[in-house]
């Protein structure tokens, strides 16, 4: 994205910065060219400043609407918020690992596809020892 706008070449390492930028949109419900990211503040710095105590200030609301909707009946709302909570964070920490100014400080693709899953599988109530199943 803002790698591949400014000249640089296609590389896998460009396409994590994307993936993580990509991901943070997605969550935040904000574009990297909002006029909120101006000279200093950035997508990227936008959400890592926010971990983890506001991540519930700038999660985009259409996603908690969704989720409220949606809700386990068998938790009690607290319980699912608090684990909603906790997946938002790690996936919001993934986003800012993913798009990390330094190529040498980004998260591999394999170690984020790894922890993306775990989030999944941990709200979704998964255990390791339903895929035996």
């Keep these: ?11 896998t390492f460009g396409d994590i910065y994307s993936y993580g930028i990509l991901l943070l949109e997605m969550l935040t419900g904000k574009k990297p ?15 890592k400043l926010a971990l983890p105590e506001r991540v519930m200030e700038i ?4 996603l908690l609407s969704i989720e409220a909707e949606a809700l386990n009946e068998s938790q009690t709302p607290i319980n699912a918020e608090s684990k ?3 997946c938002l964070i790690s996936a ?8 990390m100014i330094s190529i040498k400080d980004r998260m591999a693709i ?21 895929r035996n199943n």
Excluded at 33 to 47: C, K, P, R, V, Y
Excluded at 110 to 130: F, Q
Aim: net charge negative; charged share 20%.
């Design 1 to 11: 994205m803002a790698e591949y706008g400014m000249g640089g070449e296609v590389s």
């Design 33 to 47: 060219t909002d006029e909120i990211f101006n000279g200093s503040l950035s997508l990227h710095q936008f959400a």
């Design 59 to 62: 999660v985009d609301q259409r």
């Design 84 to 86: 909603l909570e906790m």
């Design 92 to 99: 919001f920490k993934v986003g800012v690992a993913c798009s």
């Design 110 to 130: 394999r170690d984020a596809t790894v922890e993306m899953l775990r989030i999944r599988n941990s709200y979704m109530g998964v255990g390791i020892h339903a």
